[in-house]
T-cell receptor
Framework: DTAVSQTPKYLVTQMGNDKSIKCEQN?????MYWYKQDSKKFLKIMFS???????INETVPNRFSPKSPDKAHLNLHINSLELGDSAVYFC???????????FGPGTRLTVL | GENVEQHPSTLSVQEGDSAVIKCTYS??????FPWYKQELGKRPQLIID?????GEKKDQRIAVTLNKTAKHFSLHITETQPEDSAVYFC?????????FGTGTSLTVIP
């Protein structure tokens, strides 16, 4: 009964490939997020999405795209992977305004 | 947009001493301020939060204070223990948008 889950936990791939990370939340939350955490541990927001609005951090390359098949899922697609994309990616969710945010376990992406 | 600054970036304390981490924010519309603890290789987890209509909140050895006028908030950990060693993130929230500080790596020396 994990609240926010992500798959895969680890992802190792070659430069230039396209990959996806899946995220699911069973909390009934209305907003989901993707964060990138680099080697310096900075947590950078990439996207936030609810059924009404997608907010994109302007610094995120358009090779990254979120896809939400339904309210409980927000998947992250990455095209033409680059070395600098190597990081841990966290999915998160929250409910309403000023609601507590819950994080998934993270996906460690390594681009070779 | 909101800008959250967090200090210090690293902090070492002796076991039993107190630790204080400070954050400032820029947007007076921010109304929710959570603190997260991230242990090595794990996800950030909420440890305490405070809303803008409250000045202080305490939960056992952890307390958070908020000064809305000065736009700063602080995390206080008393009687630190080795298991408190982790990276701590502050955040400020406007609506459903969260803005994180750059993290503080806390080491508690036994």
């Amino acid at each position: 009964d994990t609240a926010v889950s992500q798959t895969p936990k680890y992802l190792v791939t070659q430069m230039g490939n396209d990959k996806s990370i899946k995220c699911e939340q069973n909390l009934g939350h209305d907003t989901m997020y993707w964060y990138k955490q680099d080697s310096k541990k900075f947590l950078k927001i990439m996207f936030s999405y609810n059924n009404k609005e997608l907010i994109i951090n302007e610094t995120v390359p358009n090779r990254f795209s979120p896809k939400s098949p339904d309210k409980a899922h927000l998947n992250l697609h990455i095209n033409s992977l680059e070395l600098g994309d190597s990081a841990v990616y966290f999915c998160a969710s929250s409910q309403g305004k000023a609601g507590q945010e819950f994080f998934g376990p993270g996906t460690r992406l390594t681009v070779l | 947009g909101e800008n959250v600054e967090q200090h210090p970036s690293t902090l070492s304390v002796q076991e039993g001493d107190s630790a204080v981490i400070k954050c400032t924010y820029s947007d007076s519309a921010s109304n929710y301020f959570p603190w997260y603890k991230q242990e090595l290789g794990k996800r950030p987890q909420l440890i305490i939060d405070i809303r803008s209509n409250v000045g202080e909140k305490k939960d056992q050895r952890i307390a958070v204070t908020l000064n809305k006028t000065a736009k700063h908030f602080s995390l206080h950990i008393t009687e630190t223990q080795p298991e408190d060693s982790a990276v701590y993130f502050c955040a400020a929230s406007i609506g459903n948008q969260f803005y994180f500080g750059t993290g503080t790596s806390l080491t508690v020396i036994p």
